[in-house]
């Protein structure tokens, strides 16, 4: 099972939204509606932003969106604050019953 | 609030056995739990999941050389992965979850396999 793929780097300026995807197969990512999304601060575990495709746990701002349309899920972060640095990181339930985690994207607030 | 506690050796020599072990707080024994990996600057990679009830399931890329187990009684599970190499030198995480997700998370372990 191959990684999912996301874009290696995304930035933005404060206040402006940004989008990161995430592609992966008919076996993962469109075959499920179990894709989550972790935000990873440096030197820090993962933290669960978005489940199920688009709920998000108590707690995380709804400022984090997510979305998907075929192979491909998205995540969108509106009114990008300096908090939101950070790598993120998609994961998918798979068709063999693994999870896949993608190759990870660093966000820069500029 | 749940809490994940993990500990375990944390330098090994090459072939040797890596062992850690997870313990949860805060929740009932119930639900998910899983270990993943994070090589130095690089992405993540799911190792295996266990039920509570102690069914168990593993990448197939590691199937070979990796054994998770539960303790109930302790509110704790447990990774070991056989015949270390370089390569298995990394960040272990373990994780509770429900819904296809994972949802709370333990502090890591570095894990650094020499030659």
């Known amino acids: 099972q191959s990684a999912l793929t996301q874009p290696a780097s995304v930035s933005g300026s404060p206040g402006q939204s940004i989008t990161i995807s995430c592609t992966g197969t008919?076996?993962?990512?469109?075959?499920?509606?179990?894709v989550s999304w972790y935000q990873q601060h440096p030197g820090k575990a993962p933290k669960l932003i978005t489940y199920?495709?688009?709920d998000r746990p108590p707690g995380v701002s709804n400022r984090f969106s997510g979305s998907k349309s075929g192979n491909t899920a998205s995540l969108s972060i509106s009114g990008l604050q300096a908090e939101d640095e950070a790598d993120y990181y998609c994961?998918?339930?798979?068709?063999?019953?693994?999870?896949?985690f993608g190759t990870g994207t660093k966000v820069t607030v500029l | 609030q749940v809490q994940l506690q993990q500990w375990g050796a944390g330098l090994l020599k090459a072939s040797e056995t890596l062992s850690l072990t997870c313990a949860v707080y805060?929740?009932?024994?119930?639900?998910?739990y899983c270990w993943v990996r994070q090589p130095p600057g690089r992405g993540v990679e799911w190792i295996g999941e266990?039920?509570?009830?102690?069914?168990?399931i593993y990448n197939p890329s590691l199937k070979s050389r990796v054994t998770i187990s539960v303790d109930t009684s302790k509110n704790q599970f447990s990774l070991k992965l056989s015949s270390v190499t370089a390569a298995d030198t990394a960040v272990y995480y373990c994780?509770?979850?429900?819904?296809?997700?994972?949802?709370?998370w333990g502090q890591g372990s570095l894990v650094t396999v020499s030659s």
């Open positions: 994780a509770r979850g429900s819904d296809y997700t994972w949802n709370f």
């Open positions: 805060g929740a009932s024994f119930s639900d998910y």
């Open positions: 199920g495709v688009s």
């Open positions: 008919s076996s993962d990512v469109g075959g499920y509606n179990s």
């Open positions: 266990i039920s509570h009830s102690g069914s168990t």
């Open positions: 994961s998918s339930y798979a068709s063999n019953r693994i999870y896949v």
